[in-house]
């Protein structure tokens, strides 16, 4: 019994000597250090591996670790560095894995199109790339001042917008009128001067006159009076028309009337806009000077009650 332990025991020592790094192959290994794979094209002995025993699993186990000795051996002749500084550990850079590993599982099947993408792909739609969003303000600019800028540019835009709309729907303007062309003739001269004569304030009273422009008379509008009898044909259509007008739906716009009445009322809002706010300044100027002079005066009559002497005593 006990040269069978002392057997056994001298056995196990001499498997537990370190064995050496270099590793010898009748045949290279293929390895794959993306996947940290490495193959043994060498084949086992055969004999060995038959049957269950001890024998068999040392085999293995001798086989397995040289194969990962050559492995490690590979991975550390790759270039490598190290993270977090110095004392960081020693990491290797893989390269790009060589082998394409098959699925675990199938891959997923395709999404049937919707509603939409089949209309879209009927019609020729194609689905546009929106851009990165990037930052547009100006650190150098006053955004504030921009701002304000841009709605005053807006209320005028509207302004000018406005006005066009009335003077399209009045449908004759100075400007359509009298644009300037190559070729004027002396009506136009003379239109032209007169509109520009009768557009100030006093509309022309006190403008001079060109040289050899003939005086205007002033135009007195004469009231023609239809005759009593005689024409009843014009008589009745006069009155029709006036029955149509009455019953028609949309009643007759003067339309040079209607935009001056509406610039006049504005005219007007903007004065009593300014004259309110001038009457709320004066008022506020009123209630300072009198909060002065009541204060003035009741420092006054404090005074004099303390100068007047207390007299008289008390009542029995």
């Not at 400007?175 to 009506?187: D, E, F, I, Y």
């Not at 009198?290 to 009741?298: A, D, E, I, M």
């Amino acid at each position: 019994v006990e040269e069978v332990l002392a057997a056994a025991a001298a056995a196990g020592d001499a498997e537990q000597q370190p064995r050496s790094v270099q590793v010898e192959k009748e045949l290279e290994l293929q390895f794959d250090l993306g996947h940290l794979l490495a193959l043994d094209p060498n084949p086992p002995p055969a004999a060995a591996l038959r049957g269950a025993g001890p024998r068999r699993e040392a085999l293995l186990r001798a086989l397995a670790r040289d194969n990962t000795q050559l492995l490690a051996a590979r991975i550390w002749a790759l270039p490598a560095e190290r993270a977090d500084g110095a004392a960081g550990p020693l990491l290797a850079q893989l390269p790009e894995p060589a082998l394409r590993l098959p699925r675990e599982k199938p891959p997923p099947k395709p999404r049937p199109p919707t509603r939409w993408e089949r209309f879209a792909r009927l019609k020729g739609i194609r689905r546009r790339k929106r851009p990165s969003l990037v930052w547009d303000a100006d650190p150098h600019e006053d955004q504030l001042a921009r701002l304000r800028r841009e709605k005053r540019e807006r209320v005028a835009r509207n302004e000018l917008n406005r006005l066009r709309n009335l003077a399209r729907a009045h449908r004759a303007t100075a400007a359509t009128l009298l644009h300037p062309t190559g070729h004027q003739s002396r009506q136009e001269l003379g239109l032209a001067a007169r509109v520009a004569r009768i557009s100030t304030a006093s509309l022309g009273r006190f403008q001079p006159r060109l040289p050899k422009e003939p005086a205007e008379l002033p135009s007195r509008a004469k009231r023609r009076f239809g005759p009593l009898l005689g024409e009843l044909e014009a008589e009745r259509g006069r009155q029709l028309q006036l029955l149509r007008d009455m019953n028609s739906k949309k009643p007759a716009l003067d339309i040079t009337r209607a935009v001056n009445k509406q610039l006049r009322e504005e005219d007007a809002e903007a004065a009593a806009a300014k004259g309110k706010k001038r009457a709320q300044r004066g008022k506020r100027g009123r209630r300072q000077q009198q909060r002065h002079g009541r204060g003035g005066t009741k420092s006054g009559a404090r005074r004099r009650q303390q100068q007047q002497p207390t007299g008289g005593g008390r009542r029995k």
